[in-house]
């Protein structure tokens, strides 16, 4: 059975910085483009980034230049690099393939982003 698996949020000051990760299994993230998505309080699930099998990335505009997708296909990770976080960047982040599919979707790591 497929799954995904998320880490790495917490709570940061705005400025600061997190590193997400996300566990998946081998059957799909070879092979497939995979994409960082967040639902902020009160909104609708949105993408942030995707990268690609091979590694080319595209990112929402409100998050270029301050965060960075990147991928090991050896370890079967993703990873979403967070900079000057805003508290703007306050949600739940979910990775999942692009385009996403409901039986992907895992529990999330919350990014609470606050002084």
């Known amino acids: 059975q497929v799954q995904l698996v998320e880490s790495g949020g917490g709570l940061v000051q705005p400025g600061g910085s997190l590193r997400l990760s996300c566990a998946a299994s081998?059957?799909?993230?070879?092979?497939?483009?995979m994409g960082w998505y967040r639902r902020p309080p009160g909104k609708q699930r949105e993408l942030v980034a995707t990268?690609?099998?091979?590694?080319?990335?595209n990112y929402g505009d409100s998050v270029k230049g301050r965060f960075t997708i990147s991928r090991d296909n050896a370890k079967n990770t993703v990873y979403l690099q967070m900079n000057s976080l805003k508290p703007e960047d306050t949600a739940v982040y979910y990775c999942?393939?692009?385009?996403?599919?409901?039986?992907?979707w895992g529990q999330g790591t919350q990014v609470t982003v606050s002084s």
């Open positions: 990268i690609t099998s091979g590694g080319s990335t």
């Open positions: 999942n393939t692009y385009p996403n599919y409901d039986r992907y």
């Open positions: 081998g059957s799909i993230f070879s092979i497939n483009t």
